[in-house]
């Protein structure tokens, strides 16, 4: 199965800008679970986890759309050391906010600066691939290649976090984070060869209007709406599994359910990515979150670790080709001048998502029980179905209206492999 990947990773330099933007967004994976353990294992309280985690992902979303436009226009190699650098620090004084008991407003905004600083790494890798791929096929196939590994970083990280929390300290996920995104985002900013080319400012306007933002294109509004449900539910889901397994004296089986739920969307992601399928992608939004939906239901009604690992594995799944079916719609719905800007749109809305997904669901928590929190990230997904019904013309129309971002002849509604185009969550997406 991962036979049909080899044509992408033989393209020069691509399998090392690979590695490097794989290490660059494992924090991704450990951040998110690593404020929420940190926290209400420290105070007690899953509010306020849920908050801090949520004012870290918020800001995350708002600086990731300014910062990959800003690299659209000046590179990856100026930007990207900047941005990992400040960014690492920034994680580091959030630690000594929490672990100091400084002020609740004062930990709250080194969160939000944290957050802010988070360079797009998933978008950066995405958009070397663009500039490199010699045809759509491959394009697409190198896309599927990237959700892969992004599946894999869900399946580590949750573990990463955990272990360390628990058995090292709960401070130690953040530090850790703070030392791999450091490393591994200098590691692809010196991998000056397959930076994508520049943008400026007058390119930009000349391709879609004079500061017009890619968030304007057609479908795009509807599409980020998709995405905000798909980040409520791995933000709800997330703060749900650590209140159930910690009330339940064994918190450190949260990192066990969410690594088999990220397991369970990395078998997805390789069969939906090993095959060609007949349908628009419109259509494959449609099926692959409605899949979603079904899987996602029962967590709510489960009251036992080993029924609820099992229900997570099965319903991670339909994760990862619901994403791929949301980001190949979005770099059809983009100029290709604006792909890092597009596809950080969103993955900015699937932190927005994640942010309200854990908030809410850190106060549900509180008040009510982590029944309600499942029922919560399911009425996430449910909202991404619901969309992607409700703006299908939409989508149609936006996408058969755009060119590809390399030269192909064939229709949108071409057979395409399953797995295209995925960029989670950056923020976390998980």
Known sequence: MLGIYQEALRLPGAAAFSAAGFFARLPIAIIG????????LKTGSYAFAGLLSASFALMAAAGAVATSRWTDRVGQSRTLPLLVTTHAVALVLLVAAVMTDQP????????????????????????????????????????AWESILDELIFTFGPLIASVLALYVGIATPLIAAAVIVFVGGWSLALQKRTEPPLHPRQSLDEDAGKGKS???????????????GCGALFGAYDVAVVAFTEQRDQAGMAGVVLALWAFGSLIGGLFFGGRRWSYSLPRLLILTSLAQVIVVFPAWLLGSIPMLLLASFIAGIAVAPTLISLFSLTERLIPSRQLTEGLTWANSALAIGFALGSSLGGALIDNIGTS??????????????????????TFHRGASGRAAPIPVSSPIEEPIPGATSTGFIDPSTH
């Open 372 to 393: 309600v929190a499942f029922l919560l990230a399911w009425a996430g997904t449910l909202l991404t179905f619901v969309v992607a019904v409700l703006a299908r013309n």
């Open 104 to 143: 609740a407003p004062l930990q709250i905004l080194a969160a939000l600066v944290a957050g802010f600083l988070q360079p797009a790494n998933g978008s950066f890798v995405r958009a070397r691939w663009v500039a490199i791929a010699p045809s759509t096929p491959i394009l697409r196939t190198a896309f």
């Open 214 to 228: 890619a968030i304007f294109q057609i479908g795009m509004p509807a599409l980020v709406l998709a995405a905000v």
């Open 33 to 40: 679970l690593g404020i929420v353990l940190m926290v209400s």
